[in-house]
């Protein structure tokens, strides 16, 4: 099963709202509302963000929000703030002999 | 409150064996989809072994026939056998619980170095 693509960075000032794509295929991303995205902050480890591709856990701010088009879900952080800067991590469930994969995962930089 | 705590990581010679746990509290590990998740080194997070709630498991392909994954119910513990490793295993493990399609709670995670 191979990796779901995700840019290695993206970038935004304060306030802005960025993007970060995570591509699989049919048999992953496309094929199931099944994707959840985690912020990893160094040396910490990963924080569930979102999951069934749009819905937010307790706790997590609105500013998160996720979708789906095709093979390619999408994580937008609107009202960057300094606090976002971390990597963040896409999933899927899989219709294959693994039963979830992992992006290659995005560090967000805050300008 | 709901947690996870690995144990267990070091340094290991190429060809050795460690034993990760991870105790749980506010959760119970047998009725729960468990997972053994790692991140080498400025790397991406690699599933690597999952028992479900009827001890059915899987294995990612890069492990099969070296790690196995248990649980002690009465200890309420995760348990990660890893025999035969490689410099390639060198990460730091995650346990954590899988629900409604996500994983929702991760421990702190344990660092694994193989390196002679």
């Known amino acids: 099963q191979s990796a779901l693509t995700q840019p290695a960075s993206v970038s935004g000032s304060p306030g802005q709202s960025i993007t970060i794509s995570c591509t699989g295929t049919?048999?992953?991303?496309?094929?199931?509302?099944?994707v959840s995205w985690y912020q990893q902050h160094p040396g910490k480890a990963p924080k569930l963000m979102i999951y069934d591709v749009s819905n937010r856990p307790p706790g997590v701010s609105h500013r998160f929000s996720g979708s789906k088009s095709g093979n390619t879900a999408s994580l937008t952080i609107s009202g960057l703030q300094a606090e976002d800067e971390a990597d963040y991590h896409c999933?899927?469930?899989?219709?294959?002999?693994?039963?979830?994969?992992f992006g290659t995962g995005t560090k967000v930089t805050v300008l | 409150e709901v947690q996870l705590e690995e144990s267990g990581g070091g340094l290991v010679q190429p060809g050795g064996s460690l034993r990760l746990s991870c105790a749980a509290s506010?959760?119970?590990?047998?009725?729960?989809?468990m997972n053994w998740v790692r991140q080498a080194p400025g790397k991406g997070l690699e599933g690597v072994s999952v028992i479900y709630r009827g001890d059915s498991t899987y294995y990612a392909d890069s492990v099969k026939g070296r790690f196995t994954i248990s649980r002690d119910n009465s200890k309420n513990t995760l348990h990660l056998q890893m025999n035969s490793l490689r410099a390639e295993d060198t990460a730091v493990y995650y346990c954590?619980?899988?629900?409604?399609?996500?994983?929702?709670?991760w421990g702190q995670g344990t660092m694994v170095t193989v390196s002679s």
């Open positions: 954590a619980r899988r629900s409604q399609n996500a994983f929702d709670i």
């Open positions: 506010g959760l119970t590990v047998s009725s729960s989809y």
């Open positions: 999933s899927s469930y899989t219709g294959g002999s693994a039963p979830y994969v």
């Open positions: 049919s048999g992953d991303v496309g094929g199931y509302n099944f």
